[in-house]
């Protein structure tokens, strides 16, 4: 089993800035949070910034590590910038 890595030695390991590494777990829990919301890669690449082919990968990693959050009728999680809760998208 693979143990998970602190930001800074994730950085050393694959040669990238801090910044960089943030920006990419960030990215991430937005990703997972509007998969939750039922959006699209076209739709999460629009409001991500990140072009489909990221989006995509971003989608892999979190299919594999959390199959769970693409079965219908998820309840909704906490918003990655604000913590607040959010309503699943159905209006």
């Not at 040669?15 to 959006?39: P, T, W």
């Not at 990968?57 to 693409?70: A, D, G, S």
Request: charged fraction near 30%; aromatic fraction near 4%.
């Amino acid at each position: 089993m693979a143990t998970l890595c602190a930001p800074p030695d994730i950085a050393r390991q694959v040669n990238h800035s801090q910044e960089a590494v943030d920006r990419y777990i960030k990215d991430c829990e937005r990703i997972r949070f509007l998969v939750r919301r039922g959006m699209d890669i076209a739709e999460i690449s629009h409001l991500t910034g990140r072009g489909k082919q990221v989006v995509k990968q971003h989608l892999e990693i979190i299919k594999h590590h959390h199959p769970e959050l693409f079965e219908i009728g998820q309840e909704p999680d906490r918003c990655p910038d604000t913590g607040a809760g959010c309503s699943p998208k159905t209006q």
